[in-house]
């Protein structure tokens, strides 16, 4: 959505006679529980080598403070904090192990806390809130945004005129009159402030979480000292580097052989990808109405990763594996696909024993001896991976073929493979047709305005193929090594830094 | 106060146009200005509450400058130069308010009698010639190669579609120099196809005793790619991944660089460094920390000051200005 001449004057406008006015809560308990928690967490940070079990429960604690300071629902909220994680608090705090004794007291008085504060249910922000909400729609702000989904739920039954929006999504929306915003203004970017399409904001914000914030001028940074510009730029970059190694390396089975180069994607939602860094590598956008790009109606298109930008909303599986492609040829395939997978898998397993045994850089000379003119380290490893399919040249196929004892069938196994080259481009096609039906079909306001949503795209006749649009909030420069099968997977990241 | 003289349609009424589009005219206009008097090139970044019609106005501003300062070639040059084209060569002919595009068929005569030979398509099988003396040569001018890609060559049309508002606008009585002749004011690098719809939107007017003439900004920019071929611009656009994509050939550099938004900027500023630049930032936009980074980098190898040359910013909108 652009904004036409008379909308543009109205953001100057709201920009130089924006009104702030601030409601600060108060709650004794959730104050006191907060207190608990950092009073714990200061304990626990400079200990080497804290139990696993008081580290699990100080998160749990952590995230619990984190999502109720700053979202309208009650607390504990199953959709937030399951049931069975606050049984489990017991249950970690009984096998945990303390430094010291005291510790295992702050522990213990957090965890009773908490369980008053489920017990109790109301929380004061949706109490104000649902003071506010008269007759009118109401826009509510919210900086936190990892539980959007059940907030959507939640919120569409009980305040059903209330208008979900995110930090990133202010920026096409229509002029409005008024903004609610959750939580201490420092938990949002400035621009929310310097750059409003609303002429009021209401902050609503408990009273110990609020900070009194001032904006800084975009061009007014220590002019003189360029040291402090590459202190921004590596913060940026550390922010999410311990997240993406827990991540990365969560799954330890995963063959070594099958990592590649990815970056992470910081998405709506507290969430990140790591898609691969290959100009082969592809992902489906999805353009929604009246896009800046096309400026007509929504599209979806399958474009190289590393043309995406910030703004973009990219297709992830987030229900079943993460190449839908795959299931979708299995599915062009028919009965016969079973039997072409395994028969993929023989000539590719047998191709890892054969690095494994002599090492890639002695199968690339013997490859090339064999005939082979694409055989380099690259090629050699893409050939050994299950997602490459063939190699481009028949000859290059015959060569790898006869080094591994199964020249005789080289004309099979090369017909197998184009057959399930062919099943991969016609899925590819098929799967962008079905999505911009579904694109096409549904109401994409709340992509714009949550910068997420999911469709339901069936494959193989099954619901399993849920997928979900993105909106990307900044890419990465950092490349990892990261294992094949956590690409495309979207994933929590870690956010400590709400907990004040 | 309308300095500009420019007016927008508000539902049944005109209103001067507001102070953030003032300024932004404004800021084109000392940016030209400063390019021209001063031997390094200039860097301008301005911050705004949102991109719309950010780059349309500078641009507007950078020509209104540049047109006050085309030069009157004399007349024994231009014939000079319009002998020295080769058979073939596509020129543009005056004719009143409109032109048409014809081809140098050659020459004739000699001494003060030396007259230009022209061909010009009035039909689908008619052609005729016209001869262009010393004397009447000034209501023909060559054509930029780069810019005849679709060129018709029978078409004879309006050197603007809204004359008056752009005559007015630019200040001259006369709109023929300025529609006859191209010149590199001003780049714009944007990425999407806001810059177009904003450029072409017919939503302004300017105001004389006959009342108010409507027109849009494309009237005074001339972007040659929204132009048909052969058409006399100002301005040219390019998004950032056509830039990056194919080998592109810069001749003359503009005089002006309008990065439009931020991603423009980080992609393709390290291409353009024979500018004067102007940044347009949206404080909204994701990558504007980024592209301030880059700029300020910038910033801390400056080799002169200009803040106090710099139009004075709305509240809301930031601006830093240097020499490189």
Not at chain 1, 383 to 388: I, L, Q, S, V
Request: glycine fraction near 6%; charge should be neutral; hydrophobic fraction near 35%.
């Amino acid at each position: 959505m652009t904004h036409s001449f008379t909308e543009t004057t109205e953001l100057y406008n709201a920009a130089t006679c924006l009104k702030v006015s601030t409601t600060l809560v108060s709650h004794d308990l959730f104050r006191l529980y907060d207190e608990h928690v950092k009073d714990l967490t200061r304990r626990l940070k400079d200990v080497v080598d804290v139990d696993e079990y008081a580290n699990r429960l100080l998160g749990a604690l952590r995230n619990f403070s984190y999502a109720f300071s700053g979202i309208p629902l009650p607390f504990g909220h199953p959709g937030v904090f399951s049931d069975e994680l606050i049984t489990d608090l017991r249950r970690r705090h009984e096998l945990a192990s303390f430094p010291s004794s005291e510790d295992r007291t702050v522990a213990e008085n957090a965890v009773k806390l908490l369980e008053d504060l489920v017990l109790l249910c109301r929380n004061p922000l949706l109490h104000e809130l649902k003071q506010r909400v008269g007759e009118k729609e109401v826009a509510l702000l919210i900086a936190k945004t990892r539980h959007l989904k059940t907030l959507v739920e939640y919120l569409g039954e009980k305040l059903p005129r209330v208008r979900l929006l995110t930090p990133a999504s202010l920026r096409k929306i229509q002029p409005i009159e008024n903004l609610f915003l959750l939580g201490s203004p420092d938990w949002y970017p400035e621009s929310v402030f310097s750059a409003p399409r609303y002429s009021e904001i209401h902050v609503i914000c408990y009273q110990w979480k609020y900070r009194n914030w001032t904006p800084n001028k975009l061009f007014g940074v220590e002019l003189e000292q360029d040291s402090s510009l590459l202190v921004r730029q590596l913060e940026t970059l550390n922010r999410w580097s311990g997240a993406i190694t827990r991540f990365a390396l969560s799954d330890s089975s995963h063959d070594y052989h099958d990592e590649v180069k990815g970056r992470l994607y910081v998405l709506e939602g507290d969430q990140g990808v790591l898609l691969e860094d290959d100009e082969s590598a592809k992902v489906y956008v999805v353009e929604p109405e009246n896009g800046e790009l096309t400026g007509s109606g929504p599209s979806v298109d399958r474009i190289s990763a590393n043309t995406l930008e910030p703004g973009m909303f990219v297709l992830l599986r987030v229900a079943g594996t993460s190449d839908y492609v795959v299931d979708v040829a299995d599915e062009l395939m028919g009965k016969d696909s079973e039997m072409r997978r395994a028969k993929q898998e023989h000539w590719k397993g047998l191709l890892r024993s054969k690095i494994r045994e002599h090492g890639t850089d002695s199968l690339v000379r013997t490859l090339r001896d064999a005939g082979c003119s694409k055989a380099n380290k690259i090629n050699l490893q893409n050939w050994a991976n299950a997602r490459n399919i063939k190699t481009s040249i028949y000859n290059d196929f015959s060569a790898i073929m006869r080094i591994l004892g199964l020249s005789e069938r080289t004309n099979d196994y090369w017909e197998n493979a184009e057959k399930i080259d062919s099943a991969h481009r016609s899925a590819g096609f098929q799967i962008k047709n079905r999505l911009l039906e579904r694109v096409k079909s549904a109401d994409l306001s709340m992509l714009n305005d949550l910068g997420y949503m999911e469709f339901e795209l069936p494959i193989a006749g099954k619901a399993s193929g849920k997928l979900g649009a993105f909106r990307i909030l900044s890419i990465s420069s950092e490349i990892h090594d990261v294992p094949y099968n956590k690409i495309a997977q979207p994933f929590i990241l870690e956010e400590n830094e709400w907990l004040v | 106060m309308n300095e500009i003289g420019l007016y927008f349609q508000s539902k049944t009424t005109y209103t001067t146009v507001p102070e953030w589009s003032q300024f932004l005219i404004n800021l084109g206009r000392l940016s030209s200005q400063l390019s021209q008097s001063a031997k390094r090139k200039t860097r301008i970044g301005v911050a705004l509450p949102t991109q719309s019609f950010a780059a349309a106005f500078v641009a507007v501003g950078v020509v209104l400058d540049a047109s006050q300062r085309m030069k009157s070639t004399s007349v024994v040059d231009h014939f000079e130069a319009l002998l020295r084209l080769k058979r073939g060569s596509r020129v543009r002919i005056l004719e009143g308010d409109a032109c048409r595009i014809g081809t140098i068929a050659g020459q004739e005569g000699e001494g003060d009698s030396r007259r230009i030979k022209v061909r010009i398509s009035k039909g689908r099988k008619s052609c005729g010639f016209e001869w262009f003396y010393f004397g009447n040569c000034d209501g023909i001018q060559p054509v930029d190669e780069s810019s005849t890609n679709g060129m018709a060559k029978r078409k004879r049309h309006k050197l603007s579609k809204n004359e008056i508002f752009a005559s007015t606008l630019l200040g001259i009585d006369n709109i023929s120099d300025f529609g006859m002749v191209s010149t590199s004011d001003c780049l714009v690098v944007t990425q999407s196809n806001r810059f177009e719809r904003e450029v072409k939107e017919q939503f302004l007017a300017v105001r004389d005793e006959g009342g108010f003439h409507r027109g849009c900004l494309q009237d005074v920019i001339r972007v040659k790619e929204y132009l048909p071929g052969g058409h006399a611009y100002h301005t040219s656009v390019l998004t950032s991944k056509e830039m990056l994509e194919r080998e592109f050939d810069w001749g003359k550099p503009a005089t002006i660089t309008v990065f439009d938004g931020a991603l423009c900027f980080l992609k393709t500023s390290h291409l353009i460094v024979d500018s004067s630049w102007i940044l347009l930032l949206d404080k909204s936009a994701p990558c504007t920390n980024d592209a301030v980074n880059i700029f300020m980098q910038e910033y801390l190898k400056r080799t002169g000051d200009i803040d106090s040359d710099l139009p004075k910013a709305p509240k809301g909108v930031e601006i830093l200005g240097f020499l490189r």
